[in-house]
């Protein structure tokens, strides 16, 4: 056993001992609970726990030999339970039980041992408590997955005592698991007798609930309201879990079929979520008959399908005809993806391929249309007068509807006959139209993933059409908002899922120009603007650019589409809500990325709307969401050089790395670091000013407390060195034998080659950058770390490949530019002496470059000590000790106009540190095994929490893991 598994094993001990004392504990023994007041705590405990048994060999030995089988069996003793003060001792216990049930490979161990028989006892004091309910259900999950359990928990009244107690449960959290737990409880017992007396119970149970809402008053009507839609959960995740599968619909033979008895119950009067429920089930059973004739005769003949759309059909009029057409059409949606899913099971375990899904696709989606066509209608006779050709069009998509659908005329008929019924019902109240247009768009567009390819055609022609009917006066869309959000969101997600251009769709051509049409819609909401503005970024980077500009009148300036968005950007750009000014930014950026890969024409397009200046004044906005994106579009834009003629004069250089230090808002400083990252990629900064202001402000970026921040200061930092590489001759990650420079060829040998990659890695020692990579390879983010760690693997890549050792490298100096005046004098002998600038700025130690005895060494010894403690640390208490003070920055407050900042300006570079600290410690920092430092780390975790637990952590009496953000992230 390992030193790590004994320290493991001797704390664990420690702290199940002080939880064992704390069952019966008096006022002059405090509880934990008193000093920890959290119950994540044992969460956090559970997991390491679980993972520690079921990831590592013989987890259920290694559990009895630390002592875990004692605390369970002290902790659901029934005298323990019934008196306890601490259930989330109790509820650890249960937990930690059902993942040695779920590593335990023989379950009859279990069933031989007392600990089961506690649980059965304490079942009634369970059900009183929710969260030792939810870790009881935890537990029969697990014992469900062995064979011999579900055939324990039936004999021992389980699902009397506590699965049907679930669903009446006060806590929503225990019905959503008890759901899933009797889901999988009765479907492990299909083959069997008890298969038919779990179904009747269901049956039971909904029926009474139905019976007693009928005599209660309103509160205790929505308890028992909830209580039956848990039941119905019960039955769609039955069916949803064997579609495909298994032949379910052949076990409620002999009971009674699900349908009739949910028919019954549209009787009564249930909300409308209720009926939705009701109505996908009944979908279900529909879809599970069509499976099993399949499965049965092994083939797809057409009477299986036909009598598949009649059923739908029937289902459809049954809703509708008792009102309820708004539940049916949230429904309906589903059928799609739930057609998918038996598909897609039916190959893969039947190794049945079915290709006839079309035809009941589009029977749904010429349902879900209906209400749709009953908006045209309403509006059809102002079309029609001021627009002959959008009638036309209208009539044709229509028609286009119903050709698609091959079915046998019966069912045809059928349905002509159907969609009849559901226009009269909608044109009998025409405000009711709108609403249900709106239920059936929100409905298509909520999983487009199930979408087919056609019908997502015919759908998007629709949208395009209502959105065209705007400019009509009485127009449906031009009154209800929530309408319009729908027609826009659903137009932008299918262009984005299904990249419809006017090739599939000709209606496509005219959808920029509708979009922008919107903006001189009087009254529009902010969300609709906001909707509006993301439309158009997807169309823009999907299909509008390289086709729109020439299709829609682009001989005419004023109507083109692109230019109709630039007058529309004009106006968003100052409008009076900081959304519609951010999402009117982002629709800039994407503009600005395809300017610089294939649409230069947006430059032109950027400068003639002087939008340019927009952006700049955007950088003042009150908003920091607004300036953050303000700073993404001249990052993306900075490189073009007509644009940055038009901003040079902003001193956009200096403001970046002024925000970068000050500004209040972690999205501005990030995007702030994004633009110094292109403004020094495009030469924009002189030498003097990278090696004296950018290398100090990305010092401290790395420092910052937004991990976002840092994580841009890390890829600057990268992008850095790789930069000082090429300065000196590397290309394309090598250095080719001949190199020219100035006018001169030189020849580069192996020994020329380790000099250059050795000072520039001395370089990245002196400048300070080792420093803040070291403090972010201990970052609590594990986002940061790995981004840290990657730039050292780079790192020990050029250690490696070239060579670079420590023999013949004197103890580096940092250089006597004026880049360092703050970190380095001259001495009268013309030497140089440098200054280490210590945790608090101190510079009283100054030490001469050439010297390389006495205090030198005593440095040195220091050096390396600070950083053996920067790897042992498990926090960033000890790297702060090599990082920059607090309060050496600027003073907040706004940015002065004329903003040039200087030395005294940004704060102090970090500690300058030899070469050899950089090759001592870069092997050690970069383990390639990820999976090995993933494992280092829980362990590493897993002690510290456990010294949180016994309050021995850091020497406070404030667990850290409460405010752990690196832990925050993993649980």
């Known amino acids: 056993m390992s030193f790590v598994e004994s320290q493991i094993m001797v704390k664990l001990e420690r702290v199940l001992e002080r939880l064992m004392q704390n069952t019966q504990h008096t006022p002059s023994t405090p509880s934990i609970y008193t000093e920890v007041e959290d119950d994540t705590l044992f969460h956090k405990l559970h997991t390491q726990i679980h993972h520690h048994i079921t990831n590592t060999k013989k987890g259920p030995d290694w559990a009895r030999s630390v002592g875990l ?338 079915l046998k005329e019966e069912v045809k008929v059928d349905l002509r006959k159907l969609e009849g019924e559901l226009m009269a019902m909608l044109e009998k109240d025409l405000d009711q139209a709108p609403k249900i247009a709106t239920i059936t768009i929100s409905s298509i567009i909520a999983d487009t993933n199930h979408l087919n390819q056609r019908c997502a055609v015919t759908v998007f022609q629709g949208l395009v059409l209502l959105l065209g009917s705007a400019h009509v006066p009485n127009s449906p869309i031009r009154q209800h908002t929530s309408l319009q959000r729908a027609v826009i969101e659903g137009v932008r997600l299918l262009v984005e899922k299904f990249n419809i251009d006017w090739r599939k769709c000709f209606a496509s051509v005219c959808l920029m120009g509708m979009l922008c049409d919107m903006v001189k819609m009087q009254g529009i909401s902010t969300q609709v603007k906001v909707s509006v503005l993301q439309a158009m970024k997807s169309c823009v980077s999907g299909f509008i650019p390289p086709v729109m500009s020439m299709l829609v009148n682009s001989e005419k300036l004023e109507h083109n589409s692109v230019e109709m968005m630039g007058q529309a950007m004009t106006i968003y750009l100052a409008d009076l809500e900081w959304e519609v000014r951010d999402s009117a930014l982002d629709v800039l950026i994407t503009c600005m990325q395809l300017a610089k890969e294939k649409y230069p024409y947006f430059v032109e397009w950027l400068l003639r709307y002087q939008l340019d200046r927009a952006v700049v004044v955007a950088l003042g906005d009150v908003e920091g969401y607004v300036r953050a994106s303000a700073f993404n579009v001249l990052a993306n834009v900075i490189s073009i050089h007509k644009v940055w003629m038009g901003v040079e004069k902003e001193n956009l250089a200096h403001l970046a790395l002024w925000s970068v230090m000050m500004d209040g808002e972690s999205p501005v400083r990030a995007a702030a670091i994004n633009l110094v990252h292109q403004l020094f990629l495009s030469a924009k900064y002189s030498d003097e000013e990278v090696e004296s202001l950018v290398v100090r402000v990305m010092q401290r970026a790395t420092d910052d407390t937004d991990d976002e921040v840092r994580l841009a200061a890390l890829e600057f930092l990268r992008t850095h060195i790789l930069w000082k590489l090429n300065r000196n001759g590397m290309v394309d990650g090598e250095f080719p034998s001949v190199t020219f420079s100035r006018g001169k060829i030189t020849k580069l040998d192996k020994q020329e080659v380790k000099k250059r990659v050795q000072n520039v890695l001395t370089w990245v020692c002196e400048c300070g950058y080792l420093c803040s990579l070291l403090a972010c390879r201990k970052d609590l983010v594990t986002a940061v770390t790995d981004k840290a760690r990657e730039v050292f693997c780079f790192l020990y890549d050029l250690v490696t490949r070239y060579e670079i050792t420590s023999e013949g490298s004197k103890r580096s100096t940092v250089p006597s530019s004026s880049s360092w005046t703050d970190g380095v004098r001259d001495r009268e002998d013309g030497g140089q002496v440098v200054v280490m600038v210590g945790e608090s700025g101190d510079t009283s130690k100054v030490k001469e470059a050439g010297d390389t005895k006495g205090d030198f060494m005593v440095r040195e010894d220091e050096i390396d000590s600070t950083i053996s403690d920067i790897l042992a640390a498990s926090s960033l208490h000890t790297v702060n000790m090599i990082k920059r003070p607090a309060d050496n920055g600027m003073g907040s407050g706004s940015p002065p106009k004329l903003l040039l900042l200087t030395l005294d300006d940004v704060p102090l570079p970090n500690t300058a540190l030899p070469l050899t600290s950089l090759l001592t410690t870069v092997d050690q920092l970069c383990c390639f095994n990820s999976s090995c430092d993933v494992e280092q780390q829980r362990v590493t975790d897993f002690i510290s929490l456990l010294d949180d637990i016994l309050l021995e952590g850091s020497g406070t009496h404030h667990p850290r893991h409460l405010d752990d953000q690196h832990l925050r992230d993993c649980y």
Request: proline residues 2%.
């Open 69 to 406: 089988m004692t605390f369970i069996q002290t902790h659901l003793e029934p005298s323990v339970v019934t008196s306890t003060k601490s259930p989330e001792v109790v509820a650890l216990a249960l937990k930690i039980l059902a993942s040695l049930i779920t590593a335990e490979e023989n379950f009859v161990v279990y069933t031989e041992d007392k600990v089961l028989c506690h649980f059965l006892v304490i079942l009634p004091n369970i059900r009183s408590d929710p969260t030792l309910f939810s870790a009881a259900l935890l537990l029969v999950q697990a014992i469900l997955k062995h064979k011999a359990g579900a055939y324990w928990l039936s004999k021992n009244g389980v699902w009397e005592k506590m699965l049907l107690p679930s669903l009446r449960s006060s806590s929503i959290f225990v019905q959503r698991e008890g759901v899933t737990v009797i889901t999988a409880f009765i479907l492990s017992l299909t083959d069997t007798e008890h298969f038919s007396m779990l179904i009747k119970d269901l049956y039971l149970i909904s029926d009474k609930l139905c019976e007693l809402r009928q005599h209660l008053d309103e509160s205790k009507r929505e308890e028992l309201r909830q209580s039956n839609l848990c039941v119905l959960r019960v039955f769609r995740q039955m069916y949803l879990q064997t579609l495909g599968k298994e032949a379910l619909q052949a076990q409620f033979g002999s009971i009674g079929e699900v349908a009739p008895r949910l028919l019954i119950l549209l009787n009564h009067n249930i909300a409308s979520s209720s009926v939705t429920l009701v109505a996908e089930i009944l979908l279900l059973s529909i879809i599970h008959k069509f499976q099993e004739k399949v499965m049965e005769y092994g083939l797809v003949e057409q009477f299986f399908l036909d009598g598949l759309c009649a059923d739908t059909l029937a289902l459809t009029r049954r809703l509708t005809t008792q009102g309820h057409l708004d539940s049916f059409l949230r429904s309906v949606a589903n059928l799609q993806r739930y057609w998918s899913i038996m598909v897609q099971n039916l190959k893969e375990t039947k190794h049945i391929d079915l290709t006839s899904e079309e035809t009941l696709l589009h029977v749904v989606t010429t349902l879900q249309l209906t209400p749709l066509v009953v908006l045209y209608q309403s509006c059809l006779r102002q079309i029609e007068s001021q627009c002959p050709e959008k009638a036309h069009a209208m009539a044709n998509w229509e028609k286009e509807i119903h050709n698609r659908i091959n």
